[in-house]
């Protein structure tokens, strides 16, 4: 008798770790809110992915004429704090870069730890047009953030609209929505909301 409860102990420890084998651990997921924020003239757009209350990157746009038939139109993006945006330094500057959906946004990507440029436009008497955005496509830019001190990423998708005609100039700046990645550390596709 003592043999056979040996044996079902056995068969039972034996069938426990079948059962482990097969489970499986919780698997990561992205959160995607949705927006419809709109910038028209000076303003800024801040983004809080997981909704702590702490401020996670902001997007400013700011318009001024110079007084020398000059406008000055500018588009930026701030990391929120010991945050990172996705960016390739050119001239010295931090340009933002304008991702396409499928961008793998991750420890690999090139993270700019400061204020980075997005659009830098001087029309008028003045003429410059500088930066990645602007175009009027929808592009998506790739933020690094903290949480309880882990480092998160995410996107931002935007569309940065500037027109230069005999009606004036426009800028617009509008923000249809943002995701992360639960996991920290764990890449994310921009784009991808699931």
């Known amino acids: 008798m003592h043999r056979f409860a040996r044996l079902g102990l056995l ?17 990561a997921y992205i959160i995607y809110t949705p927006a419809d924020k709109e910038l028209n003239g000076s303003g800024m757009l801040t983004v809080d992915f997981n909704r702590d209350g702490i401020l996670d990157a902001s997007i400013q746009q700011s318009s001024r004429f110079d007084g020398n038939n000059c406008w000055l139109d500018l588009v930026q993006a701030y990391p929120g704090t010991r945050g990172a945006i996705v960016a390739t330094d050119q001239g010295g500057f931090a340009w933002a870069s304008a991702l396409t959906a499928g961008y793998i946004i991750g420890s690999q990507a090139p ?14 008497s ?29 996107w931002i998708q935007l569309k940065v609209t500037y027109a230069n005609n005999h009606f004036g100039h426009e800028l617009t700046t509008t923000l249809t929505g943002y995701a992360y990645e639960t996991v920290a550390g764990r890449p994310i596709v921009a784009g991808r909301t699931s």
């Open 111 to 124: 993270l700019n730890f400061g204020e980075a440029l997005m659009l830098d436009v001087h029309s008028g």
């Open 11 to 27: 068969v039972s420890v034996f069938a426990f770790g079948l059962l482990l084998g097969f489970v499986q651990p919780s698997s």
């Open 126 to 154: 003045c003429s410059l047009d500088d930066g990645y955005w602007g175009d009027g496509a929808v592009h998506y830019l790739g933020v690094a953030f903290k949480i309880r001190g882990a480092l998160h990423f995410g």
